[in-house]
């Protein structure tokens, strides 16, 4: 048991030195719209109301920035000027914007009903047109809908606005008493909601494609009979947690671990790393009857999957060649097409696909730290993502793909904080998504 958590301690957090590599951070340049988003017009606003208004369209400005490598915000002279109801389109052809943003903020008990109009300078064309009754309370997450439908006017395509991001931190940790418990956040680090109270270790969360579930390991102590005797042991259990309901049930608690599990797109079915037959392999459950079936056996020991959408692809860690490096394979049958596809550095770790399933972003380390890379699915085109920005690991893609989370110590020492970043796809770091929240780990995506 002892060797088995060994091994997976290893896998998952390794500190060796590595060889120096030598692929260029990936940087890419592209046209950016001129995007403005106008003063809010006001109509018949208390002073309660006025702010509101302006703390709402702050909201959908800082939400746009995100997307700086496509839209860049530019300010305009006559904001505020009744752009709602008189558009003065050529004036904005002459300035160079490409899409404009005018609201107009009306009485609506305590809060406001925020008209929104979206032009598309170029065509002369409107693209939107809709009201939303927005309540203080309620001032983020509306702002964040509201954001969602101008970019979805503009692109036709769903934002990261209304996504949410489920990790997990050490912030309750007392003393030597170690505790990491389940968070959900906004996509932009606001509105941070505590999910767990286990007083234990929690690790690998994995979202549901409904969003509906969390899945993840729970490494606590329960009482053990063997040869008529009672004694307390850590085992590392496979649970869940709904997150309608707040209950937790438990997936698998055979000995040893379960852990690094995923949802497939096939409703009922998982995949989960388990050692309780020796090794760590990666199973396929189906979670109603309980039935496996083995994805991978071989003696090397083989954790963490992240499987594409179709289901026609995993890529999982695997010390097969003697250090962990990333693999991909078939799922739909036993050590089906393995390839490794993964080598830089002496050892890698959290593979993780895009959500089209072309690219994996994974970590690697290289100069004396972890630092992120992407790769092709087919092991072609690799590409550095970080540099020179400490200690960089545990990447997840958003919904759209065009951005990726991940955890960095900015100071390389096992004491170091570690907070959770957002960069795009093309290792520009946007920033930091939390502060002095303890140690963050494992950050995931909800799905769009």
Wanted: charged share 25%; hydrophobic share 35%; glycine share 6%.
């Amino acid at each position: 048991m002892k060797l088995i958590l060994a091994l997976f301690v290893l896998l998952f957090q390794i500190s060796v030195f590595a060889q120096d590599a030598v692929i260029a951070v990936g940087a890419a340049e592209q046209d950016k719209d001129k995007l403005v988003i106008d003063d809010p017009e006001f109509n018949n606003l208390t002073g309660d109301q006025k702010r509101l208004a302006t703390e709402l369209t702050d909201v959908l400005r800082n939400d746009f920035i995100f997307y700086k490598h496509k839209f860049n915000t530019v300010d305009y002279s006559d904001k505020g000027k009744k752009s709602y109801n008189f558009p003065d389109v050529e004036k904005w052809k002459a300035g160079g914007v490409t899409y404009f943003v005018a609201t107009e903020m009306g009485n609506a008990g305590a809060g406001v009903e925020a008209k929104v109009k979206v032009w598309s300078v170029l065509t002369n064309k409107e693209l939107l047109s809709k009201s939303w009754r927005v309540a203080p309370q309620e001032l983020r997450s509306m702002g964040h809908q509201i954001s969602d439908a101008i970019y979805r006017s503009i692109t036709g395509k769903a934002s990261i606005f209304n996504s949410k991001i489920v990790f997990v931190s050490d912030r309750t940790t007392k003393g030597r008493d170690i505790e990491k418990e389940l968070y959900i956040m906004d996509f932009d680090g606001r509105r941070v909601d505590k999910l767990t109270n286990f007083n234990s270790v929690v690790i690998s969360p994995s979202i549901s494609p409904d969003n509906s579930k969390i899945m993840f390991s729970l490494i606590a102590p329960k009482k053990d009979l063997s040869r008529n005797k009672v004694r307390m042991i850590k085992n590392i259990d496979l649970k869940v947690f709904d997150l309608k309901t707040k209950k937790v049930s438990t997936i698998s608690e055979r000995p040893g671990i379960n852990s690094g599990a995923i949802f497939s797109t096939n409703e009922g079915l998982i995949y989960l790393t388990l050692s309780y037959s020796g090794n760590a392999d990666i199973y396929e459950m189906n979670t109603s009857t309980g039935a496996m079936k083995k994805i991978t056996s071989h003696y090397g020991d083989d954790v963490d999957p992240s499987i594409t959408k179709d289901g026609k692809m995993m890529a999982f860690l695997s010390n097969r060649p003697g250090r962990a490096h990333v693999y991909t394979m078939d799922p739909s049958d036993t050590e089906k097409s393995v390839k490794r596809v993964s080598f830089v550095g002496q050892f890698n770790a959290a593979p993780r696909f895009s959500p089209d399933g072309k690219e994996i972003a994974f970590t690697s380390w290289v100069d004396n730290g972890f630092d992120l890379y992407r790769i092709g699915s087919d092991g072609n085109n690799l590409v550095r993502l970080t540099k020179n920005f400490g200690s960089n690991e545990e990447p997840s893609y958003s919904g759209d793909g065009e951005f990726i989370i991940f955890t960095s110590k900015r100071i390389v020492n096992r004491k170091a904080v570690q907070d959770i970043y957002i960069m795009n796809r093309e290792g520009e770091i946007l920033g930091q998504l939390t502060q002095d929240f303890g140690r963050c780990f494992s950050p995931q995506w909800t799905n769009l």
